[in-house]
């Protein structure tokens, strides 16, 4: 899409082509288009058809009602912030008193939007021409523009003297997918770093793979999932609630502070089984969550957790394991054969084969169910056979 599509598809033709484009099956396409194309622009069609299949992907972040009236992008949709962390986000900035945000680096306009509708001023950059006019539609449509201000410009240019706050989002995918180091971020980290430190206020979102020596001293790290999947990390300056980790855990929110605890022993695997959320071992925190459930590592170098009794907490999912096996494929597949399980969940930390290469052996078969951790225990490779509670 360029700005002349977008444009287009603005107009009342290219709405109606959207509208008559929303929940087309694939195996319809191309009947659809053969009878559009007869009636419009082929190249209208065209673009129609596209932003309608970005559309449909972006249910997943930004709900179907939304998705069904935002323009999109195809880099758009893969950076945006999942609508819910956005808002968990934009909240915790009114909470810190924030009045008027620079959203540096604003892509098509998901956290814009968070943040206007937690009632907070916007002035929103992006250097992209179709990116920023993407934005800008997004706040017309959405009722928004009022307090969303876009406009295109090299973010490493603007004075946002003018906010109380700087929020940065750095680009941390090229050409050849993602960035792992963060001086490769566009722009780098420590500019990202230096934005967000500008203001009263500053946030700066970064990969959930942040190495922990990367983050300033001056800072707060914040590791956030959604639904049991991590989906980001945000560097918090001046909000005077000092620094330190954090994992968060949406819906709730569930939040789980670092005390600085050590990791506590490895013991033998007990009665149960508890994985934390991605959010918590990225942020370091799994010897709080021992704490929190008097349970030790089954290993030094692994993030799972094991003790005797059952500890109802959001922040790792239980399972009671009832056999623990050296690591073999036979065994195993005897055991499931002689239990009749047939729906196989297979959970690895630790071990060099996959899930899918272990199921081809077994070949499950049966009524039953059952999880398999392909991990190790006090240093031995193993295979924990449980099932979730």
């Not at 509208?19 to 069609?45: N, Q, S, W």
């Not at 502070?257 to 009665?271: I, S």
Request: some cysteine; aromatic content about 6%; glycine content about 10%.
């Amino acid at each position: 899409m360029d700005l002349d599509d977008l444009f287009a598809l603005r107009t009342p033709e290219g709405s109606a082509l959207l509208a008559e484009l929303r929940g087309l099956r694939p195996a319809d396409e191309l009947a659809a288009l053969t009878r559009l194309r007869r009636a419009h622009p082929p190249a209208l069609v065209t673009a129609a058809l596209a932003q309608a299949r970005l559309r449909d992907r972006a249910v997943a972040k930004f709900g179907a009602e939304d998705a069904a009236r935002m323009w999109f992008t195809p880099g758009g949709v893969e950076q945006a912030t999942r609508a819910p962390v956005a808002a968990y986000r934009a909240e915790r900035l009114k909470e810190f008193g924030a009045r008027r945000v620079a959203d540096l680096c604003c892509g098509i306009g998901g956290d814009a939007l968070a943040l206007a509708r937690a009632g907070i001023a916007v002035r929103a950059v992006d250097r992209d021409p179709l990116t920023a006019a993407v934005a800008r539609a997004n706040a017309q449509t959405l009722g928004l523009a009022e307090l969303i201000e876009v406009e295109c410009a090299d973010v490493t240019e603007v004075d946002a003297g003018d906010c109380d706050t700087v929020f940065a989002d750095p680009a941390r995918r090229g050409g050849r997918g993602r960035i792992f180091d963060p001086e490769a971020y566009s722009p780098p980290l420590s500019w990202a770093i230096g934005a967000a430190r500008s203001g009263r206020l500053g946030a700066l979102k970064v990969a959930p793979g942040v190495p922990h020596e990367a983050i300033p001293a001056d800072a707060a790290g914040e590791w956030v999932s959604d639904g049991g999947e991590l989906k980001e990390a945000v560097l918090w300056f001046g909000t005077g609630t000092g620094t330190g980790t954090t994992a968060t855990l949406l819906p709730g929110p569930h939040r789980l502070r670092g005390t600085g605890l050590p990791n506590p022993p490895a013991a033998p695997v007990a009665r149960y089984l508890y994985e934390p959320d991605a959010a918590v071992i990225r942020a370091h925190l799994v010897a709080e969550v021992a704490r929190d459930l008097d349970a030790t590592l089954i290993d030094d170098t692994l993030a799972y957790l094991t003790a005797d009794t059952l500890t109802p907490t959001p922040y790792a999912r239980p399972y009671e394991i009832t056999d623990v096996l050296p690591f073999g494929v036979k065994r195993l597949k005897s055991l499931l054969r002689e239990r009749g399980v047939g729906t196989l969940t297979v959970k690895k930390r630790g071990s060099a084969m996959e899930p899918e290469e272990l199921r081809r052996q077994v070949k499950p078969k049966g009524p039953n169910a059952a999880v398999v951790f392909m991990t190790r225990a006090l240093g031995a490779p193993v295979m924990l056979v449980g099932r979730g509670v």
